[in-house]
Nanobody
């Protein structure tokens, strides 16, 4: 399984960005896919996940109400719409996929929020 993340960048506080993660090399109907992030000097933090089958989403407390995940079946792509970005959202964002005990990580994409 390969995960290709994109969409990071520099944005001012209060702005928006949308991250994408294209998955390949598997059948994802039973996967849980999502995003984690890691800021400098901090541990990797859960951001959001989506169950591919059914589309149920879960969010970390720090992003609830501001971030939204979605998926596109035909392209095996997940999205993270990030609104009302805050300085503390600055981090490298990693795409993640999990099925049973197996998990996969994509390369990170940098999100920098400026004041």
């Amino acid at each position: 399984v390969q995960l290709q993340a994109s969409g990071g960048g520099l944005v001012q506080a209060g702005g928006s960005l949308r991250l994408s993660c294209a998955a390949s090399g598997g059948t994802f109907s039973n996967y849980v896919m999502g995003w984690f992030r890691q800021a400098p000097g901090k541990e990797r933090e859960f951001v959001a996940t989506i169950k591919w089958s059914g589309g149920r989403t879960y969010y970390g407390d720090s992003v609830k109400g501001r971030f939204a995940m979605s998926r596109d079946g035909p392209t095996n792509t997940i999205y993270l719409q990030m609104n009302n970005l805050k300085l503390e959202d600055t981090a490298v964002y990693y795409c993640h996929a999990r099925i049973l005990s197996r998990q996969f990580w994509g390369q990170g994409t940098q999100v920098t929020v400026s004041s």
